[in-house]
């Protein structure tokens, strides 16, 4: 099944492209920085919900490795 039909798969999808970007623009800031606007400035946005929401993200990341142990 696609990760788009399922909903959990698809919040983990989300979660891994958050934690993902803000890793990446933490790395390497002006990768990131040079795509504000477009199809890659998806990813700049990902990256902003990263730095502004990371004890919020960091809490979904363990309740959906322990949601996924569970299943």
Known sequence: MSALFNFQSLLQVLLLLICTSTY??????ALL???KNGLLGVFWKFAR???RMSPYISICC??????????
């Open 62 to 71: 363990i309740i959906m490795a322990f949601s996924h142990l569970m299943s």
């Open 24 to 29: 990446i623009h933490s790395a390497v800031p």
């Open 49 to 51: 919900i990263g730095e």
């Open 33 to 35: 920085d040079k795509n």
